[in-house]
């Protein structure tokens, strides 16, 4: 029932990820199109597309991360024994759990009811909504870095992605 | 205080093999909380001002073009025509492969993209060829860092974002560094082959072949038109660029070459949002450090060390290729020009250094060392495309490598190389 649960969460996460990215190249070019057709930018374009850019990215970030495509500086870790080695990696898990827990609850419940008030310039929506995409991802990101946590405690090596991603 | 508890938590937390952009995280936390009586809440303040900026849009937009492109099967009709072109000089299929890193630079904006697209069909062919596996791996790497020096180009949105430099300055001042990259290559392949006695293409392409061809790729060759001539005549910005390409790509994808199929797309969007989500994080953590770093005063610090060490620019310019040479080595492009370049930007304008020279260096320095281990990306794909191992693709990479670090110093020391365009559009 809840890996059901869980799983149908997931394909909510990922369609609503892939319409986002859709939506935001179409508004990118629609931008131009008002430009040159229409003759006028509305300027909403501009702010959908951004805030629909950190949202998807933000929510995305869960997925990059437990695909191990986060990558870190490896090869100087590879170099300690083994043992040595689980006690680094279960150390780094716990001090980025810290500081993901501290974006979380900072942006949760100091942050997002400050914004509440502010009303973004063209759209007029509080600027609560794409402020939100920090903590929520850095509470999903929590997520996952418990579950690698657990993974380094069993002794599991996570999976590394065959090649970095990178621009 | 702070300085030393961010530089020991830094170094530490880098070593540790912690995600970048985590452990640039956890130093500005540390950070934050040696300054005290600062609210920690201006942790996911900064990390949401810091990528919330429409220039970054680009970034999805050219790996989806890229992507699009890929799996659209666009390149092969660019592949002929470089063949077409260059193929009939000695060593003829690394020189097309070299021409058409060059031409697809006009299109992505990144080096992965340009390695990944031209060398999953190059590597084979010029193994089939006769070209060791290994050799036309490193031709692969070597020319697909014109990616981002040729325009578009991500890294020099990103050096733009922190700076405030003009993208269309700094995309004209890519041209002529990238064009001589190509040529060096193109230099070292004809010598290479004459030594191992590589081929160049026998048979003519009669009349009717050539124009066939020409038609073919005339879908793919509009594109660095459409994206390039857009952003210099003003039509749309570098981000609009990437957009309008996205749309063109589908369209070709869809309706002309029918090679793109709906159910391909989602996953495609998916990987788009994940590329995108690694940069930005690190964006985000970085702004906060980078707020934290310039509230100690560390670009007015840096600036007064150089001074003392020399008031010549060029001396300054030495020092700063070779950190970013080595940093270029121990990380990615992204991380280095979020770290490095709002300290060494203002002292490089102390120095009176023109801001559109100095994003060139940085640019086509940290491309370089996309091509050295531990961290080099493209060197990576390179040898995951022709299943060969690191070390067996570094030994026939060396001599483009070299050719590549004397391109970086022409440009450094004669300054036209890289402002005459620039100059002459007016930037």
Known sequence: MIRRLIRYADRALYWTIVLQVAVMALVVNLQVFNRYVVNYVFGWEEETARYLMVWSSFLAAAYALRSGEQLGMQFVVRLLPGRVQRVVRIACHATVMIFLGVVAYQGLFVMIPQQLDQVSPSLGITMAIPYAAVPISAAMLLGVESLLLLEAWRGQETAMAAAPIEI | ?427
């Open chain 2, 1 to 427: 205080m702070v300085l030393q508890t961010v530089t020991g938590l830094f170094v530490l937390t880098m070593l540790s093999g912690m995600p970048i952009s985590f452990a640039i995280g956890v130093t500005a936390l540390g950070g934050i909380l040696v300054m005290q009586g600062i609210p920690l809440v201006v942790i996911p303040q900064k990390m949401f001002i810091g990528t919330d900026a429409f220039p970054l849009l680009a970034i999805p937009l050219f790996v989806l073009g890229g992507d699009l492109m890929l799996k659209g099967e666009i390149t092969s009709g660019l592949l002929r025509f470089a063949d077409l072109v260059v193929g009939r000089i000695r060593g003829g299929l690394a020189h097309a492969t070299i021409f058409s890193c060059m031409i697809f630079a006009g299109i992505t904006g990144s080096a992965v993209a340009d390695a990944s697209a031209i060398g999953s069909v190059m590597i084979p062919s010029m193994h089939r060829a006769g070209y060791p596996k290994n050799y036309a791996a490193a031709v692969t790497a070597a020319a697909s860092i014109m990616g981002p020096i040729i325009p578009p180009s991500l890294v020099m949105v990103f050096f733009s974002l922190v700076t405030g430099a003009s993208v269309g300055g700094l995309f004209m001042g890519g041209v002529v560094p990238g064009v001589l990259i190509a040529g060096s290559l193109m230099t070292i392949n004809y010598v290479n082959s004459r030594r191992h006695g590589y081929q160049r293409r026998e048979n003519r392409y009669s009349w009717r072949e050539t124009i066939t061809i020409c038609r073919d790729s005339v879908l793919v060759l509009l594109m660095p038109l459409i994206i390039v001539g857009g952003i210099l005549g003003g039509i749309f910005t570098a981000t609009e660029a990437a957009g309008v390409g996205v749309t063109y790509a589908l369209l070709v994808g869809f309706f002309i070459l029918r090679t793109l199929k709906l159910r391909d797309l989602p996953e495609m969007l998916m990987n788009t949002a994940k590329v995108t989500s690694v940069v930005l994080l690190l964006l985000a953590t970085t702004n906060v450090l980078s707020w934290i770093v310039t509230m100690e005063n560390v670009p007015q610090l840096t600036l007064a060390f150089f001074t003392r060490i020399s008031k010549d620019p060029r001396v300054f310019l030495l020092l700063v290729n070779a950190l970013f040479l080595f940093t270029g080595c121990i990380i990615d492009t992204a991380p280095a020009i979020f770290l490095l370049v709002p300290i060494f930007a203002p002292v490089a304008k102390g120095y009176g250094i023109d801001l559109i020279h100095f994003g060139i260096i940085v640019t086509v320095n940290l491309c370089i060392g996309l091509l050295t281990p531990p961290v080099g990306s493209c060197i990576f794909i390179g040898s995951s495309l022709a299943k060969i191992s690191i070390e067996e693709l570094l030994r026939p990479l060396w001599p483009f490598l070299i050719a590549e670090v004397a391109i970086l110093f022409l440009i450094t020391y004669y300054t036209p190389t890289v402002m005459f365009l620039p100059r002459l559009l007016g930037y």
